[in-house]
């Protein structure tokens, strides 16, 4: 094979930090000029590099370069948007008349606008986000291939994989507006994963996945481990069978608790609020989960996932608790957003910025032991939940517990509920934190919920 790819040299090489300042600079001069009262603009670019195998072999290898620009203009409370993947002046220029134009024809909105100039960000640390692997093809394919080869070698019963990949990204964003603010962020991500199928001598299968997450590639679990544990899960799930219909504790393991928290982001997110969608509404410094439950938001985590200076309006990004012993202390507002709540933006304009559950003090044992008769849960399915009223239910498959130790693997179950009901029916969080996500929680026990099965 060659490292060599017929691609053009814009999808190999990213615009530097100065080139976006200039464009972004000129965007917003020019609107001004144009007659526009305010306006802000993004553009970003990234390129990637995938490789996948199966059965041994090279199955894909792809080589992509991305690039978008965004604008939106002011006149008043009116307000147009366009957007472009030409990052030339023309293409920009043409943007930017685009959002102009329709600005004249948009009716106002009362809660538009930029964020307070007194919110944008002034200074942040170095996040060390940029970390670029120097990795070739031929080397992304030797590496998915080890992967696949240490799950295929780990036992008989695993017959073969959905595939393994290894794969590297570089990217550079920039945000600025009329306040004068420009943030410019280079980041790189790198993953590597594997699929692993079982089948038992009855012919049934099984098949599980192992992911591994990194700004920096040295942080990536090595491919015989990622291989191996890929394997380890399938065949664990190999003589699943149905369970009794019940209520019980179910535990939830981390890779699926993100979950669980995900729902309250949602459920505490500005669009959600002023919407009256939310469970939650209304609910800031109540208590809606049991005192063992904090969330606090690190923004500033060097190398963290998703570390970040300033959120998409330009605005500051502070670490502070969501959740503080159980209490709701924050929201997740924009500018936008906040405006329509009639409160200030939170710095959240684009999501969570790296969350960390506090843990407890019970390792898995400790936690599956404390169960008695219960659902482990590993993996979930389906999107049956309502954050207007916090109903939940979804397909689930993990381990019934019996005698407060792990009896037999399970699937086709449901687990049912609702999330008031749940966050504040916390029986435990475990100390099996997993650090290879933006969302670093550990195990959670929930005391009581409905098991649908035979």
Not at 129 to 155: G, K, S
């Amino acid at each position: 094979m060659t490292d060599t790819l017929a691609v053009p040299a814009d999808a190999r090489e990213l615009p530097g930090a100065d080139a976006l300042r200039e464009s972004l600079t000129s965007m917003l001069d020019r609107a001004a000029a144009a007659g526009a009262d305010a306006a802000e603009a993004s553009l970003s670019a990234s390129r990637s590099l995938s490789v996948s195998v199966r059965d041994r072999h090279r199955e894909s290898l792809e080589y992509e370069g991305d690039r978008t620009a965004a604008v939106t203009v002011y006149r008043g409370r009116a307000s147009g948007s366009a957007s472009t993947t030409d990052l030339t002046p023309t293409g920009l220029a043409a943007a930017l008349d685009q959002a102009l134009t329709i600005a004249r024809f948009t009716e106002p909105d009362a809660y538009a606008g930029l964020a307070d100039a007194a919110l944008m960000a002034r200074g942040w640390p170095d996040l060390g986000l940029y970390n670029p692997w120097a990795l070739t093809p031929a080397a992304a394919q030797d590496q998915a291939l080890a992967v696949e080869a240490a799950a295929l070698d780990t036992d008989r019963r695993i017959v073969q994989t959905d595939g393994a990949t290894v794969a590297t990204q570089d990217a550079i964003s920039a945000y600025g507006n009329s306040h004068g603010f420009i943030g410019i962020e280079r980041a790189s991500r790198h993953a590597a994963s594997c699929t692993a199928i079982a089948r038992d001598t009855a012919g049934r299968m099984q098949r599980e996945i192992a992911f591994s997450q990194a700004r920096r590639a040295e942080q990536l679990f090595a491919p015989a481990e990622i291989g191996r544990l890929a394997a380890d899960r399938a065949l664990a799930r190999l003589g699943s069978r149905a369970v009794p219909t019940l209520t019980a504790p179910v535990l939830f393991t981390p890779r699926v608790a993100r979950s669980l928290w995900g729902h309250l982001f949602g459920a505490i997110s500005g669009g959600t609020l002023y919407r009256n969608a939310s469970f939650l509404k209304d609910r800031l410094d109540q208590r809606i989960a049991v005192p063992g439950v904090t969330l606090r938001q690190v923004p500033h985590r060097r190398h963290g996932l998703a570390s970040t200076g300033f959120d998409d309006d330009g605005v500051a990004t502070v670490e502070r608790d969501l959740v503080a012993a159980g209490v709701l202390r924050s929201y997740l507002l924009s500018a936008y957003s906040a405006r329509r709540l009639g409160l200030a933006s939170t710095g959240n304009a684009g999501g969570i910025f790296n969350i960390d559950v506090a843990p407890g003090d019970a390792d898995f044992d400790a936690l599956v032991a404390g169960m008695g008769r219960g659902l482990v849960v590993t993996e979930l399915m389906g999107q049956g939940v309502n954050l207007v009223n916090g109903d939940y239910s979804r397909g689930a498959a993990g381990w019934w517990v019996e005698n407060g130790a792990l009896a037999y693997p399970v699937e086709n179950a449901t687990v049912a509920g609702n999330l008031a009901d749940m966050y504040n029916g916390i029986a435990a969080l475990g100390n099996d934190v997993e650090y290879q996500s933006a969302v670093r929680t550990p195990s959670v026990v929930i005391d009581r919920m409905t098991i649908a099965g035979q």
